[in-house]
Each structure stands twice: as C-alpha cells, then as structure tokens.
C-alpha cells in the first residue's frame, strides 16, 4: 500500500457532562482524526492522547510533533505492506505508543478497504455483539453518584465502574453497592495511591466488586503484587501494561488477575491482540477499555473486544454516554442486553462526517512526500 498523502486533524469535541477522574475533570475531548490516502482508498485513525497529560504522559502536542516529524515521514512516499510492516518502521521512535497507534489504526482500515474484509475479521475476533458497561466520572457527594449510576441501570448498562481517588473510596463504593446489592461493579484509581496509602482500600474487599483497577503508579508492577496478596478481589492492570511482555511479567509476578486492553496505551491493534493473546494462553480474563472514544475508535474497540479473551464487559459504552454530536455518520448504541453490536463494513466499517470533522478542527494539515 503505498502512502501517497496524510492528513491529520486536531480535534476538540465537547462533551454530554464533564468527565471527571483522580486525574482531573474535562469538559471537552481532544484527540488527532489521521486520514492515509492510498491507491485511491482513504484509512482513517484515531490517537487517543488529549490535551492534558494527565492519564499518560503523552498529549495531542506530542503526538502531532511525533506524527508530523517522525512517524509520517518515515512512511509517506513509501510502499508500506500492512500493520506489522509499519510496526518495524516505528520501531526507532522510542516510546508514544499512542501516536504510532493512530496511525496503525489507519493502516488497519486500509488494509480492511482493500481486501473487503471487516476489522473484526482481520483480527480475528468471533463475537457479533459485545458486552459492555459504563464508567462512571467521580461526582459531587456519594448521593449524586448513586443517583447517576441509577440512571445508567435504567439506560440498559449492566455493568458500572466507578471512580476512585483518596478521600472518595470507600464512601462512594459502600454507597453504590447498599443502593444497588447485585450489580456488578468495579472501581478504577488510575493510580491514585501508593502501597502506603493503599491499605484503605482493604475495605473494598468484602463489596463483591468485578476488579479494582490501577490502584498504584503504572512501574509500580511490584508493588501491586503486593497489594494483590492482601486482596481476595481482582486486581486489573491498565497503565502498566503498555507491551505483551508486561502483560507476560504482570501475571508471572501475580501482580494481577485482569488486564484492561487499550490499543492506544499499547501502540496499536497488533500489540492489543498480542496483548490478548498472552492473557489467553494463561487464562486471565481481558476486557476492552475506552478513551473517550469518537467514532472512529470506538468502531476499533468493538472489533478487538469480540475476540474470544475478552470475557469481561467493555468500557465501550454507546456513543450518546459521551457525544451528542459525533463525527462519524455511525452512532453506536445500547442494545437491551448491555451489549453494543460490531460493525460489519469493510475495515472500521465508519464513514466520516467532514463538515462535523471540519467544526470540531483546531487545526489540520496534509502531509505528501518530502
Ligand atoms: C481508564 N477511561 O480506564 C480511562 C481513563 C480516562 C472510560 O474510564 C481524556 C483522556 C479523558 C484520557 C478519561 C475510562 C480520559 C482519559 C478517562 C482516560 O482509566
Ligand atoms: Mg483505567
């Protein structure tokens, strides 16, 4: 496939209500919308850094200077035969996993164009409609947060997670788990604590949750295995693991007994199936994380998420959880068993909507052959 143009959009989208986790509070989504023209086909992408490094230390400003300077020109002009093609090319760019993933993303929809295959397909995935959940931002008071979690269980989601950080766990946790007794139900820190201030979380241990995910820092691989050896729930690594050998180490060092899967964090589909793999070759359950997706990842999430490892509902949720406007002409929505279905068309099987992708862009620019 050779690469004839690029083109990248910076994008700000806001959002139905702000989003608010350990790390901060947004009230709109940025992300870069890739475009690859080649022979005559278009592959979209998606990167999913924002504008804060708050989650990961990569950021739309990152990622465009890494797009634009190094990615791009190493591929533009030039005959790249698929993913794992391209993986090698990228291979001396160190680190910005999420800048090489959207370009992946890309490569992987005009592969899917070309042969008339869907992505599910193409990874290998079997499920026609996945399970998903939905991932609750922390609010005012443990009242609030029950009233919100109860208006998504009556929206159809059966699955909650909610957000942790120190001095709003085991209030909040306690408060959802008396209003709704069989629920299930899981907590997420994005690393909010160390395994001094970790022990609090003890107290979760008896709310019959799904998992707790990333309590610690993301190198702190050691120390949660600590932490796991004092817990009888799950411990879900999602910032840690950013290869399949982190994921191989993970479980090994009994750090975990669940990996969240985000083809962003890891650099791309290939890795997430990689990922997938490891984890299924030594039974530890997977599921499909979200960023904040637009449409674009969002239709990628659901193809990887049907492989047959992923046994826990996804953070996927319908697009409405998050955009009243989006730019793909494909809305995802909820259907009455929490599931969502996985587009069927050729690659990501979405259609862009340029005049929302022109509303919603910061800035753009196309990128040929040097
Ligand atoms: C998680 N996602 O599982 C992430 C965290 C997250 C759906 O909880 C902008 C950029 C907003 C990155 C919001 C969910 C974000 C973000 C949440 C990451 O940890
Ligand atoms: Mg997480």
Redesign the pocket.
């Known amino acids: 496939m050779r690469i004839e143009q690029i083109t990248l959009h910076h994008l700000r989208m806001p959002l139905v209500a702000p989003?608010e986790?350990s790390f901060g509070r947004?009230t709109d989504?940025e992300c870069i919308l890739l475009e690859l023209a080649s022979e005559g086909l278009i592959g979209i992408g998606e990167c999913?850094a924002?504008r804060d490094p708050?989650?990961a230390y990569e950021t739309t400003g990152t990622a465009w200077h890494i797009l634009n300077d190094f990615i791009c020109p190493a591929i533009l002009g030039q005959d790249v035969a698929g993913p794992a093609e391209y993986r090698g090319r990228v291979a001396s760019v160190r680190g910005h996993p999420m800048a090489k993933a959207g370009i992946e993303m890309a490569l992987w929809d005009l592969l899917g164009k070309r042969e008339g295959r869907s992505l599910q397909e193409l990874l290998g995935g079997i499920q026609a409609r996945v399970p998903v959940g939905v991932?609750v931002g922390l609010q005012a008071s443990p009242q609030a947060l029950v009233g919100t979690v109860g208006r998504y269980l009556e929206q159809g989601y059966r699955r909650i997670?909610i957000?942790i950080k120190p001095g709003r766990d085991v209030e909040d946790a306690r408060a959802v788990r008396s209003a709704f007794p069989d629920i299930r139900l899981q907590v997420?820190a994005?690393s909010a604590y160390t395994l001094e201030t970790a022990g609090i979380l003890m107290h979760l241990d008896d709310l019959g949750l799904l998992l707790i995910?990333?309590p610690l820092s993301e190198d702190d691989i050691w120390d949660h295995r600590q932490l796991q050896a004092r817990l009888r729930t799950p411990v879900c690594l999602?910032e840690s693991i950013l290869t399949a050998r982190h994921a191989r180490q993970a479980i090994e060092m009994a750090a975990c007994r669940v990996i969240?899967i985000k083809a962003g964090r890891v650099g791309g589909l290939t890795e997430a199936v990689a990922v997938h793999d490891v984890c299924r070759a030594r039974d530890v359950p997977v599921w499909s994380?979200?960023?904040?997706e637009t449409g674009v990842g969002r239709a990628a999430n659901l193809a990887l998420a049907s492989l047959p490892g992923f046994t826990l509902p996804g953070?996927i949720s319908a697009s409405d959880r998050y955009y009243a406007r989006d730019i793909t002409y494909q809305r995802f929505a909820l259907n009455d068993d929490s599931t969502i279905t996985v587009p069927r068309g050729v690659g990501l099987g979405v259609e862009l909507d340029m005049t929302a992708v022109g509303d919603f862009a910061l800035r753009s620019t196309v990128l040929g052959p040097a």
């Open positions: 989003f986790t947004i989504r999913v924002d708050g989650y991932s997670k957000k997420d994005n995910e990333q999602d969240n994380g979200g960023m904040l953070d």
